[in-house]
């Protein structure tokens, strides 16, 4: 006799909502229409469904996204770095407290070493027939952001080497939710070809019809939603094999259109807008935003920065601002729209050497028009690069905080944890530093205001 199990499948949506009312229907109704057919149904999330830049998901803190997943009859989803690192320790350990499916994932543990109470290593799922079927899972190990932020993340290759070697025999049906990105699921596959398909993300890669290495199907179905994967594996239950597997990607524009479904959008921005219209601070003034220049804003901003870090002196990009801080009333709703980057502040020590090589490469003329994606950045362009406390003068020397440096002496310099991923100073992915989490900028922005503009909120209502 031979079953087909199907498995849809959803990665990086990074709360890009234009398209969830096609997929809610779409994944409903595929749902339905499988199990009154006698088949079995899988729908699984492969992490970063949350990004902390979309306005609803900043007001609820994700736990908005998870209605979403359980509105739509998840089964089964893993977490991926927005979902692990924008959150502080005790955000995420709340995030899934109303989660109606399960969440896998085997390479976080909590400091003790014990996996967190929200999470499971693996599952095992019986299918309409009785076909046992595995799914295993990991996320991406940024370990000094989870060190700081109170976890231990395990390397994942080893992690779910050894999950295959335990479950290999106890299942008929394996298969791996990976926020690991293609290169790593290319070397589990070498490693573990046991694994029968292995569902990605994190790169963002599109595998229209997905791609076998080693016998094992990697599937991909980009990022923001733009995509619905969908694969099918037919086993043998008499001769307790895989016969055949195939994936597709399903482009959520062509789906069906769904009742008033920009109204459901709209609906979800307006809720996270109302649960942001409160007030965070009062000001005397309006803060402009320059992306090419200095502005008052990006030297309120540097104050901010140098206070909270304690650092020597400061380098961000003038793009970082989407807006202006207002005069009067300001909300955490303008903050969000100004700052809304999960992205966190970062310490780096240099010494005076290398932080002058620095701040000339900064001076970089092709950087401040260029366009950005990814790294956290939800910008439009990087902007001119900002230097507060340093500068080369005009007789070559290094000069912090108004003085001659020390070529030799070590500084602290604090910057924007982008700049660190080996991108624009790729040095700085090995230098020293310490991140600090879990603040994002706008929380260093938002603390800062309360103490600046003290004189004008003591004058205002609670």
């Not at 000339?360 to 001119?384: H, S, T, Y």
């Not at 020397?397 to 440096?405: C, E, F, P, R, Y």
């Not at 020293?432 to 922005?445: A, E, G, M, N, V």
Request: glycine content about 8%; charged content about 25%.
């Amino acid at each position: 006799m031979l079953e087909t199990i199907h498995f849809y499948h959803t990665n990086d949506v990074h709360s890009h909502f234009e398209h969830w009312p096609r997929t809610h229907e779409f994944l409903m109704t595929r749902k339905k229409w499988h199990i009154d057919a006698g088949d079995s149904c899988f729908v699984l999330d492969i992490g970063d469904f949350m990004d902390r830049s979309n306005v609803y998901t900043e007001a609820t803190l994700g736990k908005g996204n998870v209605e979403l997943l359980n509105d739509a009859n998840y089964d089964a989803v893993t977490i991926g770095n927005n979902e692990g690192i924008t959150l502080s320790n005790s955000e995420l350990n709340m995030l899934y407290k109303d989660a109606k499916f399960d969440v896998l994932v085997a390479n976080l543990h909590n400091n003790d070493g014990d996996l967190p109470h929200w999470a499971k290593s693996y599952q095992i799922y019986n299918t309409t027939t009785g076909v046992r079927v595995g799914i295993i899972a990991a996320t991406a190990p940024f370990y000094l952001f989870y060190e700081q932020l109170e976890w231990q993340v395990l390397e994942p290759l080893a992690v779910l080497k050894k999950q295959v070697d335990e479950l290999r025999d106890r299942v008929d049906v394996l298969v791996c939710m990976s926020h690991l990105g293609l290169s790593d699921d290319t070397l589990l596959a070498e490693l573990c070809p046991e694994i029968d398909v292995i569902f990605g993300a994190h790169t963002h890669h599109i595998l229209h019809e997905g791609k076998i290495v080693n016998e094992v199907l990697l599937t991909g179905g980009g990022k923001f939603g733009l995509f619905v994967g969908h694969t099918e594996i037919l086993f043998d239950t008499d001769t307790k094999k895989v016969v055949k597997k195939k994936t597709m990607l399903h482009r959520t524009i062509d789906l069906a259109s769904v009742d008033k479904e920009k109204e459901i959008v709209v609906g979800l921005e307006q809720r996270g807008r109302e649960l942001l219209d409160v007030p965070v601070f009062y000001t005397d003034r309006y803060y402009n935003k320059e992306w090419y220049h200095h502005s008052n804003l990006s030297r309120l901003f540097a104050k901010a920065l140098l206070q909270f870090s304690n650092a020597d002196c400061a380098l961000f990009n003038a793009g970082i601002f989407l807006s202006g801080l207002p005069k009067g009333r300001v909300t955490a709703n303008d903050i969000h729209s100004m700052l809304p980057h999960p992205i966190n502040a970062c310490v780096i020590e240099l010494t005076g050497e290398r932080l002058k090589e620095v701040y000339i490469e900064a001076q970089n003329v092709d950087w401040p028009r260029r366009e950005v994606k990814g790294l956290g950045f939800r910008g439009v362009v990087m902007g001119k690069m900002l230097n507060y406390q340093f500068e080369v003068d005009d007789m070559g020397q290094l000069v912090i905080g108004g003085h001659i440096a020390d070529l030799k002496k070590s500084y602290k310099l604090v910057t924007l944890d982008m700049y660190t991923f080996g991108y624009f100073f790729p040095d700085f992915k090995n230098t020293p530093k310490t991140y600090l989490l879990p603040q994002f900028l706008r929380d260093i922005l938002i603390l800062y205001g309360l103490e600046f503009f003290k004189g004008e909120n003591s004058e205002r209502p609670d």
